[in-house]
């Protein structure tokens, strides 16, 4: 067996460790948000809390706030997926895949316990910022991974048209998120009334 070779058979087992790492610090923290504010959390009460080094935890992550982020974005991977499911479930109709898509994220965060932390910041927690402020690079990259699948459901329209309307769609989602005005059923019927104009448009105005 060459080097090469040996280092490909490591390889899956280097990430599969690199992932239940991060999987555990992950659950570390969401723990520790738990019982106090984030303002109040350090990285050594983290790594403390996943049996871990604090140097350990700073390698993988590389400050505090990159670390809040990653966390933010891989709870986030959880309501993608489900509204990814919903918009695919009516291609047919894209007005509809808008408000679906976003009833399943409005109601899935408002049962998840981690953003009823998040929510819950009156200012002096530290964790608001990440959903508001803060908030560019969960945006950039929620935005990026809908549209991709906007696109796929509907190949018809353009490219930057499905990525214009899946930026809008999350930019709404945090926005009712942090300042609900109504129930997930009647802001995601809102919101399809809005967007739903440009959704039929720009993406079935040229189903043949």
Do not use: C
Request: zero cysteines; charged letters at 20%; a negative charge.
């Amino acid at each position: 067996m060459t080097v090469m070779q040996a280092t490909d058979e490591r390889a899956p087992y280097a990430v599969a460790a690199r992932n239940l790492l991060r999987e555990t610090l992950f659950g570390a923290a969401k723990d520790q948000l738990q019982l106090r504010p984030w303002s109040e959390i350090t990285m050594a009460d983290i790594a403390g809390a996943a049996g871990v080094s604090r140097q350990t935890l700073y390698k993988t992550f590389g400050s505090r706030d990159e670390f809040a982020l990653a966390l933010v974005i891989q709870e986030g991977e959880r309501f993608l997926n489900a509204v990814e499911a919903a918009v695919r479930e009516h291609s047919d109709d894209p007005q509809a895949a808008v408000s679906a898509g976003l009833e399943v994220f409005l109601t899935t965060a408002a049962e998840d316990p981690l953003v009823h932390v998040l929510l819950s910041d009156d200012g002096t927690s530290g964790t608001l910022p990440f959903l508001t402020t803060q908030s560019l690079p969960v945006v950039q990259w929620a935005a990026a991974r809908l549209g991709l699948v906007i696109h796929a459901g509907w190949p018809q329209g353009s490219a930057a048209d499905a990525q214009l309307l899946a930026e809008s769609l999350v930019r709404l989602a945090i926005s009712y998120l942090t300042a609900p005005s109504a129930t997930p059923h009647a802001m995601a019927d809102a919101a399809g009334r809005l967007l739903g104009p440009f959704a039929d448009r720009a993406l079935a105005s040229s189903v043949g």
